[in-house]
């Protein structure tokens, strides 16, 4: 029975964390959030009244607050997920990644450091920090090639170049500090609760909508899909048994084109929600500017993980995806509310009792 913080939690992947943790854990999880745009506590309706879930609503770049969260729940590790994570987002306005994602990944940090020197000498050598990073940090690839957890790091959108500065000051704060730390850089995920600004949820969501369905550039961009239940799992194998200072790759092996994604989805929502008139999903493609510096291939070489901590991932591109869109159709009320802006009222409704500000 220990307690580890979680932030980001009430996001897409983190509320998928928080969900596996209390089903497959004793451990008490509380849970960071800001509840910027992203975080959304319907997704974490599921634990609403679970007493191992302690929400609190808090900016990971303010000291003051982490270090009485850190005061009042002494917990035996952190699971940081909390940022900005959105490409396009980063490139209309990158002060929001500078802040959240390197200034709150340095003050939640120096806040742990301060709480984890205050520990008994066991209690040192078993806390974990675990950074969750992403694959972008290693840049673009070409034809041929993956990411290797020594790929050098060239990250090209402001996003990944705020994700590689956190994922330096982690490595800096282990070899400097001996804070014991984790880091694993995943490929992109996609699974049911995630924004419908991202491209799968997006094209789900425009779809049932009739609206058109926007592919940057030419649509050969290629991306390495893995389900999120895929992704969390292995973040409990890592943050349990990764090894102090070392990094881990985590991807599906489902490398796809975006079109190739996009005509998967309109296939499957003509099977379970066919169109009226005999039309057709495909129907609504559009092609759309593309990004600038629009990454073009992303590939990520799971074996470490594999070979070291025995990780797979369950489910292939084809039931994921399926799985993916079978959840979007029996949630309208969720895609409505996150769309209406409903959803930012949800925590007055249901989480005023806990809520910490
Ligand atoms: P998300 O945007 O869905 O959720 C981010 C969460 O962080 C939200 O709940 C938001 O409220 C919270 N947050 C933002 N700023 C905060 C702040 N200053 N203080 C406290 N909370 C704050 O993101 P996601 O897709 O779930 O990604 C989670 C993490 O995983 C991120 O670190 C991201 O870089 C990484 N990642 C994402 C993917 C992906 O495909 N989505 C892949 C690899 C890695
Ligand atoms: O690789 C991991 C990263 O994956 C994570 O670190 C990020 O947090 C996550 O957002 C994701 O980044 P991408 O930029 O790859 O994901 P996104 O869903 O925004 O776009 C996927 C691809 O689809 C990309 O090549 C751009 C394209 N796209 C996206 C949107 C939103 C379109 O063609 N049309 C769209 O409308």
């Excluded at 699971?79 to 003050?107: K, M």
């Excluded at 008994?120 to 690839?141: I, N």
């Excluded at 550039?217 to 290629?222: H, L, R, S």
Aim: hydrophobic share 35%.
């Amino acid at each position: 029975m220990k307690t580890v913080f979680v932030t980001g939690g009430a996001g897409f992947i983190g509320s998928a964390l928080v969900r596996l943790l209390i089903a497959e854990s004793d451990w008490t999880l509380v849970n960071i959030d800001k509840l910027t745009y992203a975080g959304n506590l319907e997704s974490l309706g599921a634990v609403q009244d679970e007493p191992r879930h302690v929400f609190s609503r808090c900016d990971i770049c303010e000291r003051e607050a982490l270090d009485r969260l850190f005061a009042e729940h002494r917990p035996a590790g952190v699971i940081h997920l909390a940022a900005e994570s959105h490409v396009d987002r980063s490139i209309h306005g990158p002060a929001e990644f500078i802040q959240t994602n390197i200034v709150g990944t340095y003050t939640l940090l120096e806040a742990t450091r301060a709480y984890w020197l205050g520990l008994p000498d066991s209690g040192k050598a078993s806390f974990r920090f675990h950074h969750v990073s992403t694959d972008e940090v290693y840049g673009s690839l070409n034809e041929t090639g993956l990411f290797l957890e020594t790929t050098p790091y060239s990250p090209n959108s402001p996003y990944s170049a705020s994700k590689a500065s956190s994922d330096h000051l982690v490595r800096a704060w282990m070899h400097t500090y001996g804070l014991p730390s984790v880091v694993t850089n995943c490929s992109n995920n996609y699974g049911p609760y995630q924004f419908p600004e991202k491209l799968i949820p997006l094209m789900i969501t425009n779809a049932l909508a009739g609206k058109p369905l926007p592919i940057y550039g030419k649509g050969d961009n290629v991306r390495d899909w893995l389900y999120v239940d895929d992704h969390v799992r292995a973040l409990k194998l890592v943050f349990e048994r990764g090894v102090p200072g070392e990094t881990y790759n985590i991807g599906g092996h489902n490398e796809k084109t975006n079109l190739e994604v996009v005509d998967a989805l309109c296939t499957l929502l003509d099977r379970m929600r066919p169109r009226a008139g005999g039309r057709v999903y495909a129907e609504l493609k559009i092609t759309v500017a593309d990004r600038p510096g629009h990454d073009r291939r992303y590939a990520i070489d799971a074996g470490k993980i594999g070979r070291e901590l025995g990780w797979t991932p369950r489910e292939s591109f084809e039931t994921g995806l399926a799985k993916t869109v079978a959840w979007y159709l029996a949630h309208p009320e969720w895609v409505a509310h996150v769309v209406s802006g409903e959803y930012r009222h949800w925590v007055e409704k249901n989480y005023s009792h806990r809520a910490a500000q």
